[in-house]
């Protein structure tokens, strides 16, 4: 943080957090808040089903059973897709991992990052721990982790130089949902704050995409650091106060908890790539329906984007990571299958003629326009020239899937099903769906979709 403080007991806004998360009513939640928590939960469902298909879901989730076993008086939490136990943080590590290995969930434009992969997680883990945890409490556990983490992400990014990953401050939400959850005492949960931002994964954002590899954005560590203060904190273990939280200059984040619902404000990814590749995508693809295009008639390709998004790949992709951190790859992937899907992100791409032909041909320019927009806006304008010399441009598009307008419950069931369809029965994908959209009609136990999730899947 930019200034240093020494507090000398809990601050006004820790007290702020603090009630609304032991406090927040169920029935008071407006019920567009709580659609939208079911609707990310599905989709995060959707994409940890699809990141059994990598190598990073399947090396996560063995390392976990292996060396984070829970010890004979610990909780333990069965992971999904798999059915084997681990400690919670296990769990936290292993479906975060899992679930960051595809680059398809949820964001919100002004933290630069993601909250879901990491608080989605947490909730399973403490659910599993708990005796009994209703669909509304899940809903209103997953909403605070939206709320807690996003704000938390809003102060880190304006008060210290480095763009940091998302579990630099997802973490933080993980904390909040164990807060809820386990009814955790107010020292305890400020301490679990300071631990897990104290310990979260200050990572460089950039580092990773100009390397990609499986660490992805950080949420893998992110939420096992969060679960892991939760559950430290309740031993006696101290931390010293979050900054992002209780700091003079972090304040700004977090006075409007409660009134302003940043759940509300997040995207959905229609594709399983980078953010910042979307809107390049869906210009390719609105070029590509008007004009009927077909690979042999495109020259040339241009991406007019803003600059974090002109650093992505612009080389065919020799990894999963490595397509999902790229821009010319899946521009040229859309304008030559026509979809950009969870099978144009894996190996078995890669050697595809018409696709390498046309990444090579595909290339990204830096617009000061889309550069001032971001990071409220992630704009871009395509630009194809054909073999016959005429010249089709796009003008500038925002990346579809929200949040303006949100994601629809329709979009959010044909991402899942499609995510879904080459792993699981169509049955077992529709229990899971009408399980997940009736979360805040029952009072069932959340376990019960627990229990369809842990089954292992076909790999």
Known sequence: MTDMQTLAGPSQ???????????????????????TAKLMILDLIGVLAAGTKVDAGRIARN??????????????ARLL?????????????????????????????????????????????????????????????????????????????????????SGAWNALGCVAISARLRNMPDNVFRHALGIAEYHGPRSQMMREIANPSMLHDGSGWGAPTGIYSALIAEDGFTGCPAAT???????????????????????????????????PIDAALKLRREHKLTPDMIERVTIATFTYAAALNQDVPTSS?????????????????????????????????????????????????????????????????????????????????GPDPQPTQAEVVAKFRAFTESIMPKSRARDIETRVLQLESTERDFKQLLDVLVDPVGQ
């Open 13 to 35: 806004t820790f007290n702020t957090i603090a009630t609304f998360v032991r406090d927040l009513d169920t029935r008071t939640i407006p019920d567009g808040v709580t659609q």
């Open 63 to 76: 390392h976990a059973t292996r060396h984070w076993a829970a010890g004979p008086d610990a909780p333990a």
């Open 81 to 165: 897709f798999d059915g084997r136990k681990t400690s919670l943080p296990g769990f936290g590590f292993a479906m975060a991992t899992q679930i960051d290995s595809i680059d398809a969930h949820d964001g919100w434009n002004p933290s630069k990052g993601h909250a879901g992969a990491a608080i989605f997680p947490a909730l399973c883990a403490f659910a599993e721990a708990a005796e009994i945890v209703s669909g509304r409490d899940a809903l209103a556990a997953m909403i605070i982790g939206y709320e807690i983490s996003y704000r938390a992400a809003l102060a880190l990014h304006k008060t210290v130089p480095d763009y940091h990953t």
């Open 245 to 279: 939280v209780e700091f003079n200059d972090a304040t700004f984040a977090w006075s409007d908890l409660n009134r302003n619902w940043l759940t509300t404000q997040q995207y959905i990814k229609p594709y399983p790539t980078c953010r910042w590749a979307h809107a």
């Open 321 to 401: 990571p490595h397509a999902q951190y790229s821009m010319s790859w899946p521009v040229a992937a859309a304008l030559v299958r026509g979809h950009v899907g969870v099978d144009e992100i894996l190996e078995g791409s890669f050697a595809d003629p018409e696709v390498v032909a046309m990444t090579a041909r595909t290339s990204a320019i830096i617009d000061d326009t889309f550069e001032r927009a971001y990071p409220e806006h992630r704009k871009a304008s395509v630009t194809i020239e054909l073999k016959d010399g005429r010249t089709l441009e796009s003008g500038p598009t925002i990346a579809s899937g």
